[in-house]
């Protein structure tokens, strides 16, 4: 039996629920470690003099990296779909086509936001709600962020075609190996050598250099598809494609990029505090986000491979299944976040001067995440299967047409505390709204083997 026929055999034919399990847990785990060292960034850089200014800028570029993981994933899940679909018809050759060209496009845009970013990265800082304190430090870390932005889409890119192949153990050694790294480089220019932010900055440059090696090595031993320069589509449609699947990605990552850019600039009257102990508190809900993300990302190649080869049922299955764990999983973690959260903050915040913006922020983010897994699980499907109109249309609720008008408003209501609340009640909002897609989905899908 072929590479192609075990493949096939193990994507239709294992339960649902261990395959997403199987799938999933890679990913959780990775992106948990990701979550860790950006968590690691902030704890480090807050332990000095100017902790406050220096854990703001680290927040400002958060957000910096949301528009280049935004171009990243939607090369990454475009392409994986195709690859998915391709390699369900046993057409390996495709699969390579769809791959290359994401890998080197994902590259080129990535060296295009490494030029344009450094010509201007001053104004680029402000644009993205720095304050004047903590502006040195934002351009400091800017620098390196912006110096691996073409290795780090070619990262992601890599990370999600490994998935989309099945191949999502080896994805989690690449970007955990980076994560590990990333953290003992944070002790090691931070404490060891005193380098402070622009010592964190080196940190994430070098560890996402180590993993993007790793990941090009798995994919050259692991993979059924091949990156090949000479394999890369001369076809427009094809890049059109990618780019039209990938899209929801681009939107649901972009505008998180705007939102951010959005809560930094209302967030500046209220100082460096504010901007930390926010960036704290979204960093470690975001750590439970990756929880339910990765669990969706899990059942994302799974949803593509089976609706391919007509097994809805089984599409059926993963989607409750991939709900219904997720909800369990962050509930867990929401709750222990809001228990322990004075301990995590005084813990992350330790030279603050006002521990409470954190603490109090962190315990309304913890309402809104278990909203999560109503409306990230639906998203993935319908961007799984193709069907990039719905899954645009998802992708704008969280952070665009839900989350911008709600922090405006409350912002004008309560100040500092609508600021606090203005995702919680978005996220809410979004996982209600997303009910009435996952019953369409369920009754609207035909029975196994008949077209769509």
């Known amino acids: 039996m072929t590479q192609a026929d075990l493949h096939y055999k193990k994507m239709t034919e294992t339960p649902v629920s261990h395959l997403i399990i199987r799938l999933g847990l890679p990913t959780t785990v990775s992106m948990l470690i990701t979550g860790i060292y950006n968590l690691a960034d902030s704890y480090f850089v807050g332990l000095g003099e100017f902790g406050d200014s220096q854990q703001a800028a680290t927040g400002i570029l958060f957000t910096l990296q949301s528009i280049i993981q935004a171009f990243a994933f939607m090369w990454g899940h475009g392409s994986g779909t195709f690859v998915a679909k391709?390699?369900?018809d046993r057409d390996a050759k495709s699969a390579t086509r769809y791959v290359s060209s994401a890998f080197f496009a994902g590259s080129a845009v990535g060296a295009l936001l490494l030029i344009f970013g450094l010509l201007f990265l001053e104004p680029f800082m402000r644009l993205l709600g720095s304050t004047e304190t903590a502006l040195p430090y934002a351009m400091k870390y800017g620098f390196w962020v912006l110096l691996s932005c073409p290795?780090?889409?070619?990262s992601i890119v890599l990370n999600n075609n490994l998935r989309y192949e099945g191949k999502a153990f080896y994805s989690m050694i690449g970007l955990t190996a980076g994560g590990l790294l990333n953290i003992f480089g944070d002790w090691l220019f931070i404490r060891g050598f005193g380098m402070d932010i622009f010592g964190a900055g080196m940190a994430t440059a070098i560890s996402q250099a180590v993993s993007f090696l790793i990941l090009f090595y798995f994919y050259?031993?692991?993979?059924?598809?091949?990156?090949?320069?000479?394999?890369?589509?001369?076809d427009g449609k094809e890049y059109i494609s990618i780019i039209k699947?990938?899209?929801?990605?681009?939107?649901r990552q972009g505008l998180n990029s705007i939102s951010g850019g959005l809560l930094n600039t209302l967030m500046r009257p209220y100082g460096d505090v504010m901007v930390a102990g926010?960036?704290?508190?979204?960093r470690f809900s975001s750590l439970i986000m990756f929880v339910g993300l990765g669990i969706g990302q899990g059942f994302q190649p799974v949803a593509s491979f089976n609706?391919?080869?007509k097994k809805y049922t089984r599409v059926k299955k993963g989607l409750l299944f991939t709900t219904f764990f997720g909800a369990c999983l962050v509930t867990v973690l929401a709750i222990a976040g809001s228990v322990f959260a004075e301990p995590i903050v005084h813990f992350l915040q330790q030279e603050t001067t006002d521990p409470t913006v954190g603490i109090t922020a962190l315990r309304y983010a913890m309402i809104g995440v278990l909203f999560l897994p109503l409306s990230v699980p639906v998203n993935m499907l319908f961007q799984s299967i193709r069907r990039a109109g719905i899954a645009s249309f998802l992708s704008v609720m969280r952070s665009g047409a839900l989350f911008i008008p709600t922090l405006l408003i409350t912002n004008a209501l309560l100040g500092r505390t609508g600021i606090m609340i203005a995702?919680?009640?978005a996220d809410i909002l979004t996982g209600l709204f997303s009910i009435p897609f996952i019953v369409y989905f369920l009754r609207s899908t035909p029975n196994d083997g008949l077209e769509p």
């Open 220 to 234: 050259k031993k692991m993979a059924q598809s091949r990156i090949s320069l000479r394999e890369i589509s001369r």
């Open 245 to 251: 699947v990938g899209f929801p990605s681009l939107i």
């Open 86 to 88: 391709a390699l369900a």
């Open 278 to 282: 926010m960036s704290v508190a979204n």
């Open 423 to 425: 995702q919680p009640i």
């Open 151 to 154: 290795i780090m889409i070619a």
């Open 307 to 309: 609706y391919q080869a």
